[in-house]
């Protein structure tokens, strides 16, 4: 069984989001995608990526806690949106893509950070891998690149079946994806 995902978070899914959450929580006065806890972006609603090391470190636990408890909400409403809840998937090729609105340089190693926020409850908590380890997640690969009109993210997926070898597993992902 060769399939093949890919989630996608952009601005129009994080808008989306934000009116799904609206809707559960008519009380709240504004999501999390929506604080400008950084005080750099130009406009803080259209967060489409994770936060980056430099983000987290700082943070004391009741903040990471409350960062935590939002970004499962998010990644569980992703599985559900994209359909993805309950596969059970093992033996997978995981490429993060980020696609930036401009060509600043930034160092891959503080990508990964935020990531696990989002990747513990689309992956595990929604069902949608087995689990996140070694033996599930077989190959995991990143990229930045530049697009000015469409910022996002990108999680492309490729189950290998049985595919025992790293360079079968990633001829079968490029084959897919590139």
Sequence with gaps: MNNSFVITIDRDIVR?????YFKKNPRARKSYFMNNWRGKRKNPKELYSTL???DLLPMNSQM???LKK???MFGLWLAKKYKVENLGLTNCVLDVIWYQE???HRDYDN???GLKLLLDPLLVGSGFFIDDDSRHVSVLLGDLRYSKEHPRMELRFTQCGELK???????LHFSRFD
């Design 52 to 54: 980056s090391l430099n």
């Design 102 to 104: 401009t060509r600043a």
């Design 16 to 20: 989306e989001y934000n009116k799904h």
């Design 64 to 66: 990471y806690g409350q």
């Design 165 to 171: 070898t790293r360079k079968e597993k990633l001829d």
């Design 111 to 113: 990508n990964y950070g």
């Design 70 to 72: 939002q970004w499962k």
